[in-house]
């Protein structure tokens, strides 16, 4: 199955008490890159997060989102030994007879502690983000979909400019097997004719484009296999793309006819397009 490493999911979860908004997003990328942005999320959901990524995703650059509203509670509580410091010293040193109030003590450090509370649960979370993240699986499955069809297409038409080829080469080597034969009889009316046969032969096979059609064949064959295949890889696909590449080029060489040429280059071109496309396979 072909996955495309371009996708996006999102999922949102809400209640009375908090709201958790999960988006994740991917562009191509030769490797797995994991960027998570939140500044709310403790390290243990951190962890979940990217290691669930890791085992579902092999290649591109994934950038999580998380973010999270809830209704926190202010707690205040004194810090009763600093507090007792702070009466004795007054005491002592005589400073002030009537009752203090809060306003005159705040700003002693290490006096006042205000503590929140958050409402935030880590299982609606996980919860959200795998939600989030079968959305974003889907996607790229789909958007693979679409690359695999429009792969197909190329292919078949690679396929079909190659039959057109190898058929119009078998009619031109025939041709030119006559037409060398009765130029050099022309040149040379005491040449042993069975040498003469010999040489042309050889001239006209070294024309012969019969193994590169084969290699072709092979290497679409590969493409198609490996396109259809329960877990398939760019990176091997695109590695079969350069074979191709290699023998359509040589193709492109040994034509000489101006038809069976103009077919190999579109054939180099499909090639480029199909290769530009695998780009963004997982």
């Known amino acids: 199955m072909i996955k495309s490493m371009t996708g996006f999911g999102r999922a949102i979860f809400k209640n009375n008490k908090e709201e958790i908004i999960v988006e994740l997003k991917s562009v191509n990328h030769r490797f797995l890159e994991i960027n998570l942005k939140s500044s709310e999320v403790e390290h243990k ?7 669930k ?8 650059k994934v950038d999580a989102s998380i973010k999270i509203s809830t209704s926190n509670e202010i707690n205040f509580s004194f810090n009763k030994k600093v507090l007792s410091n702070i009466k004795n010293f007054i005491k002592n040193e005589n400073l002030v007879s009537n009752e203090l109030s809060l306003r005159d003590i705040k700003e002693i450090p290490g006096l006042l502690n205000v503590t929140r509370s958050s409402n935030h649960s880590s299982q609606n979370l ?4 795998n939600k989030a993240l079968n959305d974003f699986l889907d996607s790229r499955i789909d958007e ?8 197909k297409d190329k292919i078949n038409k690679i396929n079909t400019k190659k039959k057109q080829i190898s058929n119009l080469c078998k009619k031109d080597l025939q041709k030119k097997i006559k037409r060398y034969k009765a130029r050099v009889n022309e040149l040379t009316k005491n040449l042993d004719n069975h040498r003469l046969e010999q ?13 590169e059609i084969d290699r072709i064949q092979f290497h ?15 990176k091997k696909i ?43 396979i997982e």
């Open 126 to 129: 996980k919860k959200i983000f």
């Open 199 to 211: 040489e042309i032969t050889h001239l006209a096979l070294k024309l012969d484009v019969s193994e």
């Open 45 to 51: 959901v951190e962890e979940y997060v990217k290691k």
């Open 238 to 280: 695109d590695f079969i793309l350069q074979e191709l590449f290699r023998e359509s080029n040589t193709l492109t060489v040994k034509l000489d006819d101006s038809k069976t040429k103009n077919l190999a280059l579109e054939i180099k071109v499909l090639v480029e397009e199909i290769r530009e496309q695998i780009q963004n």
């Open 220 to 234: 679409l064959t590969s493409i198609n296999k490996e396109i259809d295949a329960k877990k398939s890889s760019g």
């Open 53 to 60: 990524i890791s085992t579902k995703v092999k290649r591109g």
């Open 144 to 151: 693979g979909k679409k690359i695999k069809n429009s792969l």
